[in-house]
């Protein structure tokens, strides 16, 4: 209600159709190559009647959580002092301050993406706790699906276990572990998107402008009512 931006109409529609008319309904309307995991979550809220006020709280618990955990890493990798001074930093970061109070996926990927780092150095770097790399792997395709933004700390993920530990990962049972929930959890998205999308890929072919789904889908409905469907 009231002025609103135009992403944010569209994913607290999306929202709303998931609540009222199911999930793979929502995924197919109003920008199927948009980010859905936190649509799916905020349709929780439709469901129960308490729809856009609690989306927009959720921005806000999100916002805050990042900023903890911003401490928790400093403290991790420096001390606490570092900590307080980058969680500072980060409480008056302009654009985590100017998108708390948009229904947009910029902060909930900011909170998915501190709290990836923060689990992966204390779960593999340090060794205190091997089995939150299972919650690593499933935070990752959370946060892909939640967003493309999250897609470069997947990479960078990637090239800290080839770089700093010389495919020693590979002998780590818990890296295994992660990968195996990472594949699970993407396999009924890959499944549905081949059925409704014909590519399992659509996704992030369309997110990326490239891929055959993207160019069929596009080219039949050129400029914005294209994936609208108003």
Not at 84 to 105: D, E, G
Not at 171 to 192: H, Q, R
Request: positive net charge; glycine residues 8%.
């Amino acid at each position: 209600h009231g002025n609103q931006w135009y992403d944010e109409s569209i994913y607290l529609m999306k929202s709303k159709i998931m609540a009222e008319e199911g999930i793979s309904q929502g995924l197919l309307s109003y920008g199927w190559h948009r980010g859905f995991v936190m649509e799916i979550f905020w349709s929780l809220f439709f469901k129960i009647g308490i729809g856009e006020i609690a989306t927009r709280i959720t921005e806000l618990i999100l916002s805050v959580l990042a900023v903890f955990l911003t401490y928790l890493i400093g403290k991790e990798l420096c001390n606490k002092k570092v900590a307080l001074i980058a969680s500072s930093f980060m409480a008056v970061f302009w654009l985590s301050l100017f998108y708390t109070a948009r229904v947009m996926l910029t902060n909930p990927t900011l909170f998915l993406w501190t709290l990836v780092c923060y689990l992966f150095w204390i779960g593999y770097v340090k060794k205190k706790i091997g089995w939150v790399m299972i919650l690593v792997g499933a935070l990752l395709v959370i946060g892909v699906f939640t967003s493309l933004l999250f897609a470069p700390l997947v990479i960078l993920l990637g090239l800290f276990l080839v770089i700093s530990d010389k495919f020693a990962f590979l002998k780590n049972k818990w890296f295994y572990g992660a990968i195996g929930v990472a594949i699970l959890l993407t396999t009924p998205y890959l499944v549905w998107s081949s059925s409704h999308l014909e590519s399992p890929f659509a996704y992030w072919g369309a997110t990326l402008s490239v891929g055959a789904t993207y160019d069929k889908v596009f080219s039949a409905n050129s400029g914005i009512t294209g994936y609208i469907n108003f």
